[in-house]
């Protein structure tokens, strides 16, 4: 068996496996597009068939996954996958000339946390109107152009797919048979909507807000060449999720990592290498540990992490150094608190690699990842007090780190 000296030597040639990271996620968003594209006349019932049940690409996690990033640059991944992780798909001919076109799309990236009740229809209540405007508007926006006030938009694009659709094609600058992907991120506002819009009721008098926006999304799904994926984080969604059936080994990783994504992705490759170098699996949680409270495993794992932290220019680093300070003295932060006139401290934690524990709806407190501990314990900087304080955390509870989901799309949300 390798020494824990030497046995992580060979992590720098080993290919990265795909668990945790993208490229799995993109090949099975790729499909249920494709899946989309392939089935829309069924859609429109235009043929008797109806064995396709509509699928949207659909992330339903918590803080700090990865989702708002996946669905920024989906598309890039998409070319930059194309001839690897994407080749097998792209082996058939009409699923290769699907790629080749679905590479030269156009992304609609839409905030929901901008959906407002919106005149005129029904007292500014139709939620059906909101989503064509906030749509509208997001187009405007991205490409830096003035917009119409709803009540002339109204006029101009009354509530039908066939009349929203070529006004974006036409705000965007793209022709009819380019694809278009819209991506909705912020679901989750939909949860504190109740009493803003009408929403359907069921038989027994419950509200589904979520089952009147996707029944929105799928009506526009008839349209041809336009895709969606949908992301958030929603307590009043309870899709299964597997990831969320954490066993001992997933605990030791989020204790280790604290669920950073790129933490975590890079520490489940060193295993994996660990793993197939020795061809034995581990036996137990504690062994698992072993190799994790490995300095030489946290000096790997954390290095290009580190390297980057250690040559930020001044302004960045007096930016980190709150952001240390806050986690060491367990300083609680709001989720709109502005770091700078340009950024906000809840997006500057996960730009820095560090984890924001949710104390409630609208506050947290930054988690450093254990194996960031070991490397800021030995930075000469670092005053004994808060050596001591950096200690501490490696006693954190398992269960701080439970909120992060290092998958995105295991989840695909339905729509009957």
Known sequence: MASLDDKWKAVDNFESVVVVDRERDVVRVTKELYDLHSNREQLRGVTSSCNYRLTIPFAPHHFGSGKTTFARTYLELVQRFGETFLSKFASDPLRRTFLEKLKRASLLYVDLRK???????????????????????????????PFMKPDEAYRHIPPYPSFLIPQLRKTLGIPSDQY???????????????DEFHFKRTH??????????????????????????????????????????????????????????????????MLLNYIIARNQPFISKEECLTCMNDDNFRRICTEPF??????????????????????????????????????????????????????????FQILIPKVFVGI??????????????????DVEPVDCFFYSKCRVFEGIGLYD
């Not at 209540?125 to 991205?142: D, E, I, M």
């Not at 589904?208 to 060449?225: A, H, M």
């Not at 950024?343 to 560090?354: H, Q, R």
């Open 376 to 393: 800021f314990k030995k930075d000469p900087s670092i005053s004994s007090l808060e050596k001591i304080l950096l200690g501490s955390l």
């Open 306 to 363: 580190v390297e980057r932290i250690l040559n930020l220019d001044e302004d960045r680093k007096s930016v980190f150094d709150i952001l240390l300070m806050m986690a060491l003295y367990r300083i609680p932060f709001q989720v709109d608190d502005i770091l700078t006139s340009e950024s906000f401290l809840y997006d500057a934690v996960t730009e820095m690699g560090l984890y924001r524990y949710p104390i409630d709806e609208n506050t």
């Open 115 to 145: 959906l407002k009740p919106t005149r005129p229809i029904e007292e500014k209540r139709n939620l059906k109107w909101a989503v064509y405007y906030l749509l509208y508007r997001s187009a405007c926006n991205q490409m830096g152009l």
């Open 180 to 194: 278009l992907l819209v991506a909705f991120d912020e679901i989750g506002v939909l949860d504190e909507s109740l």
């Open 204 to 269: 027994d008098g419950r509200v589904r807000p979520y089952n009147d926006f996707f029944g929105i999304i799928s009506q526009l799904c008839k349209e041809p060449d336009l895709f969606f994926i949908v992301v958030g984080k929603s307590k009043g969604l309870s899709i299964k999720n597997d990831i969320a059936s954490v066993n001992e080994l997933a605990d030791s990783l989020l204790e280790c990592t604290g669920g950073v994504p790129g933490l975590l992705t890079r520490a489940v490759n």
